[in-house]
């Protein structure tokens, strides 16, 4: 009885649409006025002690077990929390007593490859099923809506090189290179020898076998490494969805070493989430299922590392409605192979893939995230530049 007592009170300001919910018991009751839109059944109690501490995790691990169902859009609802402004899922006061649940992890070679490998390793066949073509695993870039998601992610990779003003015979660097469609993409259409550095075997392997076959070996360079053991310098610097992944006590160094690889007046384009707002950068059960030892800085955070870095900002573009976008044609991608999954990995695996990839897209689609591509030089702001910022969207 009491626990139906807390979570009608929860429940009773959690969206800001109407939603019908219906308790172990068999009783229903519909919170918010109108036709609910969506319907969530509780098959068993939930936890409240783990409720009061960590949320997100408690539900999403109800979900993945069947304890909780959900009939109709997971990312409406998620959406629905974040922009009900008392909510219990932004709004912890309602625990009394209770502090978001900050993870920590260590970010030592070791671990980071770790980290690393229990993501993007768990098998290219996965990653297949749901990402274009290009393997390109980070927000894509809507020159214009009739895109495709490849034809999206195509633009995406021109957008950065376009933003680097790139010159042909010159170096890149890209960190956290993923499956190598960047790198190839600078050495094909841009002239440049480019060099990709991760941690994940199943990306190295997919990457040099298309190079490979390209007949690239002399111009595409990949690297199984930590980032933090190049010795050598480059004139550009690309990296692309990497620094969420080094973690809070790690950002500084990170920004620091993109300064360290670059050649004077070099220029680096960083694009990664961030958020206009202030928060815990975690969210527990992303850092358990998804990525552990992730962290989300937000937007200050970022600029003051780029500044005590010593490098200087010359451009900044928010894409928070893009990577909506992505995450939306993964998340339909994922739906036409969500029974295939549950026969490969399980069912708590499928159901833990299609919560992450639809509460994501809320997340951006609420504005409680952001990503953004920060252009920086080593130098002067705009050195060797054009005066205008006409030559980034050129080619759109």
């Known amino acids: 009885m009491l626990q139906k007592k807390v979570l009608n009170k929860l429940l009773a300001s959690a969206f800001d649409v109407p939603v019908m919910v219906t308790y172990w018991d068999g009783k229903t009751e519909n919170y918010g006025e109108g036709l609910p839109q969506i319907h969530i059944t509780f098959n068993k109690k939930l936890d409240l002690k783990r409720m009061a501490k960590v949320p997100t995790l408690e539900l999403a691990e109800a979900y993945m077990k069947r304890d909780i169902e ?18 219990f899922l932004t709004d912890q006061s309602v625990f009394t007593g209770s502090l978001i649940s900050k993870f920590t992890s260590s970010h030592d070679k070791e671990t980071s490859k770790e980290d690393i490998q229990s993501h993007y390793d768990i ?33 995406k990779v021109h957008h950065i ?7 042909p015979g010159k170096t890149l660097l890209d960190i956290g290179s993923g499956w190598g469609t ?14 990709g550095v991760t941690l994940s075997q199943e990306q190295y392997d997919y990457t040099m076998t298309r190079v490979k076959e390209l007949g690239l070996e002399d111009k595409v360079h990949v690297l199984l490494q930590d980032y933090r053991d190049i010795d050598q310098q480059f004139d550009y610097i690309t990296s692309v969805g990497m620094f969420e992944h080094v973690g809070k006590d790690n950002l500084a160094e990170y920004f620091k070493d993109v300064e360290k690889y670059l050649v004077p007046n070099g220029r680096a384009l960083i694009h990664g989430i961030t958020g206009q707002h202030y928060g815990a950068g975690v969210d527990p059960f992303i850092e358990k299922y998804i990525f552990p030892g992730g962290y989300i800085p937000n937007v200050v955070e970022n600029l003051t590392h780029v500044l005590d870095a010593g490098l200087q900002l010359d451009d900044l573009e928010p894409l928070r409605r893009h990577y909506q976008k992505t995450l939306e044609h993964w998340a339909d991608n994922y739906h036409k192979v969500f029974d295939e999954t549950v026969s490969e990995y399980g069912e708590e695996f499928a159901r833990m893939w299609d919560l992450y990839l639809q509460a994501c897209a809320a997340s951006f689609e609420a504005g409680n995230i952001d ?7 080593k130098g002067a702001a705009g050195h060797d530049l054009p005066m205008n910022r006409a030559f980034m969207t050129a080619r759109d």
Do not use: P
């Open 182 to 195: 960047l790198i190839i993409t600078a050495a094909q259409e841009y002239g440049l020898d480019s060099y």
């Open 371 to 377: 990503v953004m591509q920060f252009l920086l030089t």
């Open 161 to 167: 090189l376009d933003k680097l003003h790139a010159e």
């Open 123 to 155: 098998g290219n066949d996965f990653y297949k099923k749901w990402l274009d073509s290009t393997m390109t695993y980070s927000c894509a870039y809507w020159a214009r809506d009739d895109m495709t998601l490849e034809e999206a992610q195509i633009a």
């Open 70 to 87: 959900i009939d109709g859009s997971i990312q409406e609802l998620v959406t629905a929390a974040y922009r009900q402004a008392d909510s």
